[in-house]
């Protein structure tokens, strides 16, 4: 559905992105709006450039029908890195009622995914600017396109992962511009709210309540999480205090809790293998929903009831899962891909880290696992590309790049890194990545430095054999392994 206008009135952004769009950002106010973008090879509309965004604060009001579009106010700070006299946002699924820079109506219109803004004045370079948005949330996904609102039995919940959080709320919607988030949301009697980080007050009014929740860490647009629901929240401590709590529906608290009760523990062998947990908190919200994927929304990462409740799943198995979304924590939330390219950072770890807790906990054998992936490497490699070049998603399967390249292929990867430098090294390069790189973004160039400098030798030459190359390379300590030839079936 594209974007609908109502009413109208008269960051850190890496200089390597902002390199492929400065041309753009300087657009005359009297020439078209146009669509721009922070030049990430997979999604190049997504993101803009000429501002980092400080905090995001948004407000929400359910109308108590998970069909029914939702009233909203995001409020946007920003500084500019240029001087501006126009404003991108994402945005692609609502209709738009005011916009307000510095309390100042400004005009504003569309242009692609984009919603364009044109303020009384134009913005000076290294100024701080505040946008404020009035408009709607459509929870009702726009034909042939996935992700934002996930529509529950009870409610709603989200999942903005790769570039959907702008069908939600108008953002910068690239996690190489992370900021802080207040959420609030107003909902009627029995419904509960909950979302990133800390609640932060609770008022009620007129038969509605209206939760605040605040992050303190700054966050990417496609990790963020509302929950809206008739659902239960459970309190238990983690290692060293942190407070954890879950989000379930109140009519299957019971049966979920032999899961839930296991995170703290799954916390402690985390930060066993690298380091304290990242955040202020962590829970598992469980959605009455079909997605066909979990996910690591920071600080509440998202699951199926499907995978705690079906007795067909094996126990292991669903606790490796916790620990893949747990894992992100550290992996894709705190250390956030500086473009999508370096997905592999984020779901090659997660899969390791599942893995090694298989192994260790379930004796299911880590090696075995990655002399199965050896095997069918070249074909991941030939039909999604290598794991640090995926191939772009086709149009309307943005979810795409989430092949097992990424995931099983990606943790092949690390593998051989352990092999090639031994666990001693690896181990420490793990803990050091995530010290070095908290709520921050990276890149596989930066990984590839600190190996390099925790080895003592150049690893340029390893990464790019593993990271880019059409085909597998021989695993170092592994000359039996053989990987399978592509299938002439591949897909493309």
């Not at 973008?37 to 509309?45: A, E, H, K, S, T």
């Not at 992100?328 to 997905?343: T, Y």
Request: net charge neutral; glycine share 8%; with cysteine.
């Amino acid at each position: 559905m594209p974007l609908s206008l109502g009413p109208r009135v008269p960051r850190r952004l890496k200089a390597t992105l902002l390199a492929t769009a400065a041309s753009v950002c300087l657009v005359a106010a009297s020439a078209p709006p146009a669509p721009l973008g922070v030049g990430d090879r997979l999604f190049p509309y997504l993101g803009n450039p000429g501002y980092d965004v400080s905090s995001y604060d948004l407000s929400f009001t359910y109308p108590g029908d998970n069909s029914k579009p939702l009233r909203a106010v995001t409020t946007i700070d920003a500084r500019t890195t240029r001087r501006l006299d126009r404003v991108n946002l994402d945005f692609a699924h609502g209709r738009v009622d005011s916009v307000e820079v510095d309390g100042r109506p400004a005009a504003f219109t569309t242009a692609g995914e984009d919603l364009v803004i044109t303020p009384e004045n134009p913005l000076p370079r290294s100024s701080r600017t505040r946008i404020a948005v009035r408009h709607t949330s459509d929870p009702v996904s726009p034909k042939g396109r996935d992700g934002g609102w996930v529509r529950t039995a009870d409610g709603l919940a989200m999942a903005n992962q790769a570039d959907a959080a702008h069908l939600v709320f108008p953002c910068n919607d690239h996690p190489s511009d992370k900021a802080m988030f207040t959420i609030h949301v107003t909902a009627p009697e029995g419904y509960t709210a909950v979302a990133n980080g800390l609640p932060a007050g609770v008022a009620r009014s007129g038969g509605a309540t209206t939760w605040t929740y605040r992050t303190q860490h700054p966050m990417a647009t496609e990790l963020t999480q509302v929950s809206i629901g008739r659902s239960t929240v459970l309190h238990r401590t983690g290692p060293h205090g942190l407070p954890v709590r879950d989000v379930v529906p109140t009519e299957d608290r019971k049966a979920l809790e032999p899961w839930l009760a296991r995170t703290p523990d799954q916390i402690a062998w985390m930060e066993s293998k690298v380091g304290p947990y990242p955040f202020e908190t962590y829970g598992v919200l469980v959605a009455s929903a079909t997605t066909g994927f979990e996910l690591e929304t920071q600080t509440l990462s998202l699951f199926e009831k499907k995978l705690l409740t079906d007795t067909a799943y094996p126990k292991w198995y669903v606790e490796s899962v916790m620990v893949h979304e747990l894992s992100h924590q550290w992996f894709g939330d705190s250390v956030s891909p500086r473009v999508w390219s370096d997905l592999w950072l984020n779901e090659g770890h997660a899969t390791w880290y599942e893995a090694l807790y298989a192994e260790e906990k379930a004796n299911r054998s880590l090696e075995a696992r990655m002399k199965a992936a050896y095997s069918a490497s070249d074909r991941w490699r030939e039909a999604g590309g290598p794991p640090a070049m995926p191939k772009p998603p086709k149009p309307g399967q943005k979810i795409g790049i989430f092949r097992a390249n990424v995931y099983d292929g990606a943790a092949l990867v690390l593998y051989a890194l352990r092999q090639e430098i031994g666990k001693p090294a690896f181990e420490r390069l793990e803990r050091d990545w995530v010290r070095a790189h908290r709520d921050t973004d990276a890149t596989t160039a930066d990984f590839q430095r600190l190996a390099s400098d925790i080895s003592g030798r150049d690893l340029s030459g390893f990464f790019r054999a593993w990271l880019y190359g059409e085909k597998t390379p021989p695993m170092p300590g592994r000359p039996d392994w053989k990987a399978a030839p592509p299938s002439k079936t591949a897909k493309k």
